[in-house]
């Protein structure tokens, strides 16, 4: 067992039973505040952990990590090190934080390092260069078969040989609390042949996990599945804005576009990898059989319980799906397995979502578009209003969590509220 995953580990700050950050955690960011510029930083309970302030307190000398590694703007170069050197800054985050270990006088230096949350401002974490999204959901991608095409022939004929996905835009993925403004695009209405152009009235949440690329593979160099996961630093949980009617219209024959790419939301924190060990579960039989290069041992799926909420301008709130990572029928070995085969070469801080996570019940649905059933079976909202598609005003909130042996590891939220569509002055 990773010494830093023993569910016996307590801290000496307090951390309430419900938070996402307890120290089997340790999960990683970027932040600033009023008297910092930003720097990376860890999370513990309800404060944040500030990794440069820790090195200078010289916590990490014997690790030999470059001197200023921790006073930078994302996570990039960190990841960069290696999984053997951050995984060593991760034990070594945890034995400062360990009530039974008081090696370092941590906790009568703990004023120089915690930030309570709400003093502080996360910043986007990684510089994302490269962005795909993959539609490796057997229940999203049958649902949206049955919706657009034909309910006896819902999945494509590649679907089972192959982790479909597409290249989005990473230029447009923002972290949690960025505003999310309405975005204009051609439209086709119902029954008609002429497009219309206008703010989107079919805007939509995809519930997505993402992972983020740790370790580059030269162009030419395929990644097999069995050493994929040492390529993969964390997970970060990721709602990928979608406009439905701009979608529907474009998408045809090159996948895609406009409807995708004004925005995707992240949260703040990076999960690694290793701490959410604990929390394998096997996948679901492929079936017919996969080809050689994507066949895989081992657990390498997660059960990861995610929830979206649907919050009003008057705070009232609804959860309007309880969904579960462990449902992905490509896992992210598969992916970068596939994403690699013809050579690509993916990059430290590469980021590959996962699709939307849709579950077998629709409660569990992943998307407004299938919860709605395309606006067929409207959700009900506390203030008696109903939601087919978000509306302005509306905050879209994700959650995730992992649970076992009282252990709860937290994924820290995504947080989009809608602002109107712009008025375009397109003289
Ligand atoms: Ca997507």
């Excluded at 510029?37 to 090195?55: E, F, W």
């Excluded at 997505?208 to 970060?236: Q, R």
């Amino acid at each position: 067992m990773i010494a830093a995953n023993n569910p016996q580990l307590k801290s000496w700050i307090e951390v309430s039973p419900d938070s996402d950050f307890p120290i089997q955690n340790l999960p990683f960011g970027v932040f600033t505040s009023r008297e910092n510029t930003p720097r990376l930083c860890s999370a513990i309970g309800d404060y944040v952990v500030d990794l440069d302030k820790m090195n200078q307190l010289g916590f990490f000398t014997d690790l030999q990590i470059p001197r200023n590694i921790f006073e930078n703007r994302y996570l990039n170069e960190f990841i960069a090190l290696g999984k053997k050197k951050t995984n060593e800054v991760r034990e070594r985050i945890s034995e400062l934080l360990d009530t039974k270990n008081d090696k370092w006088n941590a906790k009568e230096l703990a004023d120089h390092f915690l930030y309570k949350h709400e003093d502080v401002q996360m910043l986007m974490p990684v510089k994302v260069n490269d962005y795909t999204d993959f539609y490796s959901s057997i229940e999203h991608a049958t649902n949206i078969g049955t919706l657009f095409r034909d309910p006896e022939n819902a999945l494509l004929p590649n679907w089972r040989h192959l982790p479909v996905g597409y290249h989005g835009r990473a230029s447009s993925i923002v972290v949690s609390d960025t505003p999310i403004v309405r975005p204009h695009g051609q439209q086709i209405p119902n029954d008609s042949k002429q497009p219309v152009f206008g703010p989107s009235k079919l805007l939509d949440f995809e519930l997505e996990m993402g992972f983020v690329v740790g370790k580059s593979n030269p162009l030419g160099s395929p990644v097999s599945t069995a050493i994929a996961e040492d390529h993969i630093f964390g997970l970060i949980l990721f709602n990928d804005w979608s406009a439905r009617d701009i979608q529907k219209w474009e998408y045809v024959p090159l996948g895609p576009f406009l409807g995708k790419s004004f925005a995707s939301t992240v949260a703040p924190w990076v999960i690694t990898l290793e701490a959410l060990e604990p929390f394998r579960v096997q996948g679901p039989t492929q079936e017919p059989a996969v080809l050689p290069y994507l066949q895989y041992s081992g657990m390498k799926n997660f059960d990861v319980h995610l929830e979206v909420i649907i919050q009003l301008e008057n705070g009232q709130a609804k959860t309007v799906s309880n969904s579960n990572f462990k449902y992905m029928y490509w896992n992210m070995a598969q992916q970068l397995a596939h994403h690699t085969i013809n050579g690509c070469n993916l990059n430290v801080g590469d980021m590959c979502a996962s699709g939307t996570i849709s579950g077998p019940t629709p409660d569990s649905y992943g998307s407004m578009l299938e919860i709605s059933w395309k606006g067929t079976k409207p959700v009900q909202m506390p203030d008696g209003s109903e939601r087919r598609f978000i509306h302005d005003g509306d905050t879209v909130i994700m959650k995730a969590h992992c649970e076992k042996n009282g252990i709860r590891i937290g994924f820290g939220d995504t947080r989009g509220k809608i602002h109107p569509a712009k008025q375009l002055d397109l003289a």
